[in-house]
């Protein structure tokens, strides 16, 4: 059984790695950190796990819980885990970082972006970038694992297989993307009130949002080159939810646009036996309320001959594929445990 | 393995059972039936089970059903199952009926309130009502249970033991309650579209609900003698969740109203070792938030000393503990399974 | 032309006041009061008043205020009103509370419920209780106008004919509410956010909210003597509306309980002439959408000769007659203007 | 007075032109045409006009109401409008279609889009297309407007200035809309019901929604040239609003690209004293909210010199500026009224 401790377990994400590993077989939570509810019962905080989780709050105590747990799992505000981690600590136990602090190889491109100063540069170059379906090998052994962003997974994993297969100019990309509400937080801020956000939609962020130099790098990778995106978040009224548009003109070969069979074996290629990744039939595409409580991605495309362009559509669930699921996934592969144990949960609809 | 056929299985209701039985070690779904999708593909009706289910939508062919499965379970509207039901399939497969067909003991007062002639009115006395945490033994060996509505569900648990206790007097009982949409099931009207029922609340059904009768027939039980209720049931934009506020005059012994404690007490002479009834602390009241997605059903009371009356308080997720989730606890007792297997869903917020 | 100051401007409730005083052609707000965004542009709070409002947020200075305006109208935390009222502003300038301070006649009440010492107790006597279509008269010549809390008119006018008719009796009346989120107020707190509200129905306040005693107190005055209710609480996923629930014995007369068209009669005979309460059809019942962004209460109602109780239903908007509009009503009165002046906004639906 | 009839008068269009002309001192309606309801009080259909609205339902017969009212507002599905028009009732009465029979100048491109013969091409030349600022003068005149549809209007307010100045490449514009659901109408269809549609989002019409032929002719004409565009509908849990996310690429000038100021000089020359076109300051993006219920038109916009793009966004309410409200403003344009009567409202919040 690997003994789980969770820093952060009283924001959504936590609270959605609990959810999970009450139905994970091999794996426990032992330490609920949560500076702002030391000493309070769990489940006071969160009601759905009342009779279910009977432990307290405790610290933030990094050094005592790598005494006490096989993995951490780290869903806190950007900087606080790096600021934490330490030799002492890496000896001990693996870490799973759900914030960005390693997820991005340049330390000066961090600091940029965040605005603030990285407190452990020296493990960013051996931190694996934990988006198991491209990363899987390097996952395998990592220490430290830096579990993407929510828009991220879903917008790298929707365009992956064409970037690396060369059907779209990579510097035509552009991810118009929306999101549920649970993915800014559990905050009490005057922005996220139940009356700010019901009834509306807005863009945010807009060619500044945090994820975009991460989307960048990964697929940057796939390129083969270094690309840019314009990237633009929308925050819509639901809980959960991500679903990335994302554009970009195909490339052609021999004078010819690629095909929708040409499109579908790309894909194919990389996901056919990806048990989380649905490459959707012809003409269906994607919804978020079909992948909500899940951990799967759900992934279709059109191709508009008028304009020579793709249109690629990807959905996930924010707290599951896009931050606890994933984490929960990366756990699975670094303990050689199958990979969607504990992850099977059936999309709840409606 | 318990082969298990739905006719129904593209309502809400059905879909739900799906959902449940993916997770059940025990038991597997081998007949989708649904008039209306005949040969289409389950999973083109809900995207959610897209790559976890393959089968065609099949007819509701009751007798070809008997011999291929063991357990039928009718999600359809009321009066299907009485009409097919018969002698050579009850010899051969048992049935779990989530229509109101079975659930009153005078067939005068069903065809009253339900307004349609009751086809199988031989099979109403044998028929058990299927609130397993009441009839958990008449369940075991029934051919025929009738699984409770999903008001009905909430506000007989929440004040059965109050009333069975003579804590209350049944005759002041007022039960005012609310449900999420999806109680309205999945048929193209007008009343359920999006923009009707989103932000807005309002009372239907008022004093001529069919489940009034229901609740009543089984609180007189309890309380060992007639009695009559208010019921008023509310609209509210939710997909789930039923909350039921019920008011009632507490009876005073020897002069004396019953304490908090009394009433606690009570509740847990009943439910201390129910594991889907969580009975909350003092102060604390449930919210639907807390049981969606799972079959738990909350209770929370508040004694007002002003008015001598009890405020008891329940909530349910309507398509489960209300619905397909306790249908599959009935399955579970009927065929010697622990009464939670496969339904330990925790409930999933946000 | 009417010169308006608000202090708490950038409430909710502020807000709307806002809202319906740009489409009044005898007022105009002179003074946004904000402590929290002094210098600010109101319209950078409220992004609808764009291009329509361009002034900036000031102090709530009310002794400054007095000699700008003709009213005042505070919009703010009970005790804000109480703790700056005095001879000097009330001999130069007329206050319309939305608040609770002036509410309650008995201060004792007052204390206890709210928790607070009344820093004004002299101008209790005087302050007139705002309910419009119950106290007209009063109202015309007040200094002090205690605007009606949301739920209390909603809970008031759907049970007062009747219970001054005396075709109920008091002591059985129970009122069960819903309300919309705008009701909690701007604050950011966690209870509040989207994602603890949207898709979740709970109780909160049992028999103990502090609109009960004046809902009590109003109630009581119709009676004749004293009374006291139960009132629940509940908070639905929606902006705005308030749905109340009643219950009450209906009283025989000569041994005949009162008919539908009796109840009808005791419904005009105090509000056939009334522009915003609209006594619905039989058999229709009130719905929040139909009242949405309007000053509209509509009623409708039920009678249970089963149990021999009448349900009672009405609707307003929280924000509307439960607070801006109804305060825009009472500056009408005591203007002289028609009282329906610039309140005919017709309900948005959907 | 404005003597005005509608056809279609019970879709969600219809009853906003209903609302909206309560409001409007100039303009009463006369005939409420309504196939489906004949005979029905129209406040029985929508509740909101309770009092407010006496009249019943009327055929749709276009002949006896084009000599009883001054204009006629068509409501209704494409087809209807195009079948119903000829030379004698043009001789009596102005036609205002929200459909869109005469909204594309090539009868081929309608037919290929919609999918239907169109029964009165000999009209669409003499039809103005009725996107006020842009064709103010032609419509003064005009007997047949057709009203612009809601994504469209949206779509091409946000950028006509951009393409009509040059700045961008016609060629690069993508167009990524989001709508409330009230879009889809009040028809009584799964796709559209309450649990359908809540908590989730998704796109549809992916490259061949029938706006696309709309927004290319007009874009076109300002462009100077044919252009094509991408453009992404979705489908997001809310009532009421479009907001339209664009994206093209700058064109330098001298080597050099359009600053903040180059942009915002542009949109101020076409739009600077326009009512109800609202550009927001440096740094706002519009809000769906922030709008709603009311005919303004909300623009945002934000260049990227990482990508030489920029992304311009638009909002407006769909039943308003996106359909009832800019029918009644081609109403005050064509009969000599401010073309803001009646259409002053402000946006309704939250």
Chains 1, 2, 3, 4 share one sequence.
């Not at 493990?123 to 991220?152: F, M, S």
């Not at 995106?229 to 690629?258: C, Q």
Request: hydrophobic share 40%.
């Amino acid at each position: 059984m690997i003994k789980v401790g969770i820093i952060g377990a009283t924001g959504y994400a936590g609270a959605e790695i609990v959810r999970i590993l009450q139905g994970h077989p091999d794996a426990e939570v032992v330490w609920y950190g949560s500076r702002s509810y030391i000493d309070e019962k769990y489940s006071k905080v969160y009601g759905n796990f009342f009779k279910l989780v009977d432990a307290r709050c405790m610290d933030d105590n990094m050094d005592e819980l790598a005494k006490e747990v096989d993995v951490i799992f780290t869903a806190t505000p950007q900087g606080l885990c790096a600021s934490l981690i330490k030799e002492e600590i890496l000896e001990k136990v693996r870490v799973i970082d759900l914030s960005a602090d390693f997820r991005l190889k340049d330390v000066s491109v961090y600091e940029e972006w965040y605005g603030i100063e990285h407190k452990a540069p020296q493990y960013i170059e051996e931190a694996v970038y934990g988006l198991c379906e491209i990363n899987r090998e390097d996952i395998k052994n990592a220490r430290i694992v830096a579990n993407p962003g929510c828009y991220t997974t879903c917008s790298i994993l929707t365009a992956y297989p064409l970037i690396k297969e060369g059907l779209i100019d990579p510097d035509t990309l552009i991810v118009d993307a929306l999101s549920g509400v649970s993915g800014a937080g559990r905050g009490a801020k005057v922005a996220n009130l139940y009356c700010e956000v019901n009834e509306s939609a807005k863009p945010y962020g807009v060619a500044v949002h945090r994820h975009t130099p991460e989307i960048e790098e990964q697929l940057s990778y796939a390129a083969g080159k270094e690309m840019m995106i314009n990237f633009t978040p929308h925050l819509v009224p639901m809980n959960r939810g991500i679903l990335a548009t994302e554009y970009a003109s195909l490339v052609k070969k021999d004078g010819e646009l690629p095909t929708a069979a040409d499109v579908r074996a790309a894909y194919e290629k990389y996901y056919k036996d990806e048990y989380f990744i649905r490459i959707l039939e012809d003409g269906v595409y994607p919804e978020t309320r079909w992948v909500e409580g899940s951990n799967f991605v759900d992934i279709g495309f059109k191709i508009d001959p008028r304009t020579s362009r793709i249109i690629m559509m990807g959905t996930i669930d924010n707290l599951v594929k896009g931050a606890a699921g994933q984490a929960v996934q990366n756990m699975n592969i670094m303990f050689g445990l199958p990979e969607n144990q504990g992850l099977q949960m059936v999309p709840l609809f409606p």
